[in-house]
């Protein structure tokens, strides 16, 4: 059983690389289901079919969903909805408030990966393939096992208090049903999938970005995240390459677009406009391929023509996995990772093979400035890091540890 979640900024083509990634495992033999987790559903537009609340066949071996976020709200926690609900209607709360503030945040998503997490426990797909909401949202959900855990297991404690302490009172207001019922189960299952969604085997995160400034900073905050969650990320998918821009191999000859680090060859357009267009993603290429290492870079190019229905997204499928299977995994261990000494934090970044030379640091905000030698890279801090400035930095073995000492010191 394989889950792969494609995520990324609102646009950039992750409906339809997640479409076109299930129509090729469906392909090659696996039961598959793609499904999308995104309030605003355009999976149905790519594949240019219907789809329900429930799984639909698409074309042999491929299984089409797009979740109905409130119904499954309403299945999971309908009950507990109304009996918090009539609480703060009781404290004076008007009816449409309580209802709003009765939803723990981040309660949609929690369920939608619940649902997709059923599918797993029953085996019902060999590959789920899930076209997940824009990374904002992304992150909230991919936090919420955890957060979802620290709430319920507050609120059943509140919740043993208040029956001690109003006995009847909540039998009459609820006198059908014991609201608390469930609330454990809907913890041990949220644990459940905690252990599914961190574990490289079975799940796998991939970040869907353009070659564009703004996306590709999202697309980096996203890896960062993913990886301060423990969400195994394995590879990024570059959309929307524009005819000429390519990753520069060896012995080629043609304009490059320069960065720190590396080139990427273009064959430049006659067309002014085009041209400028070619310059800038070439240098954003160079980026990609700097501050996404040491994750595996799949790359897709700009087409003419929409990619909806099903030649299309196989025709899309060919030019990011080959021949290849999208459901293999394409890298095992950690992007980066946050390491605890003491009160201090030490960020560990693998970095590409560079001569060693003297590390400069320079911290603007959330963005750390890493530069060694002619090697430059951009690296978007989590909270935790932000809040600190770095002291020092060495690099061997091919990892940067760089130390974050507590503000105190």
């Not at 009765?102 to 797909?125: D, K, T």
Request: glycine letters at 8%; proline letters at 5%; one cysteine or more.
């Amino acid at each position: 059983m394989r889950i792969l979640l494609y995520l990324g900024k609102g646009g950039v083509g992750k409906t339809t690389t997640a479409a076109a990634t299930a129509l090729r495992c469906a392909q090659i033999g696996y039961r598959t289901l793609v499904v999308s987790t995104d309030i605003a559903h355009s999976l149905a537009d790519s594949l240019d079919r219907p789809l329900q609340s429930e799984p639909t066949e698409v074309t042999s071996n491929l299984f089409a969903q797009e979740i109905n976020v409130l119904d499954e709200v309403r299945k999971n926690w309908g009950a507990m909805q109304g009996y918090m609900g009539k609480i703060l209607r009781k404290q004076g709360v008007s009816k449409t408030v309580a209802e709003e503030m009765a939803i723990i945040p981040g309660m949609e998503e929690i369920f939608s990966l619940l649902h997709i997490y059923r599918y797993a426990a029953r085996r019902e797909f060999d590959r789920v393939i899930v076209d997940a909401a824009p990374t904002g949202e992304s992150m909230r959900l991919l936090a919420m096992p955890e957060s979802f855990q620290w709430y319920v297991e507050r609120f059943l404690g509140w919740g043993e208090t208040a029956m001690r302490l109003t006995g009847g009172l909540l039998r009459r207001l609820m006198p059908e049903q014991d609201a608390l019922a469930g609330l454990p189960k809907l913890v041990d299952d949220v644990k459940a999938l905690q252990e599914v969604l961190s574990d490289p085997q079975t799940t796998s995160y991939r970040v869907v970005i353009n070659p564009e400034k703004m996306v590709i900073k999202e697309g980096a905050r996203a890896v960062t995240y993913l990886s301060l969650f423990g969400c195994p990320v394995d590879a990024v998918v570059v959309n929307r390459i524009l005819p000429g821009v390519r990753a520069q191999a060896d012995g080629e000859d043609g304009e490059t677009g320069q960065g720190a680090g590396g080139t990427c060859l273009f064959a430049p357009s006659s067309d002014p406009y085009l041209r400028q267009l070619q310059e800038h993603q070439a240098r954003y290429l160079v980026e990609i391929e700097r501050d996404f290492y040491p994750l595996p870079i799949l790359y897709s190019s700009w087409r003419s023509e929409e990619v909806v229905g099903l030649a299309p997204l196989r025709s899309l499928a060919d030019e990011l996995y080959g021949q290849g299977d999208p459901g293999e995994v394409m890298f095992v261990g950690q992007a980066q990772e946050i390491e605890e000494q003491g009160d201090d934090f030490i960020l560990k970044l693998p970095l590409p093979h560079i001569e060693l030379d003297k590390i400069r640091l320079t911290k603007r905000g959330d963005e750390l400035f890493i530069s060694i030698g002619n090697f430059k890279r951009e690296y978007l801090l989590p909270a935790i890091l932000a809040q600190r400035d770095a002291s020092n930095a060495v690099f061997t073995g091919g990892i940067l540890r760089i130390r974050f000492p507590c503000s105190s010191q």
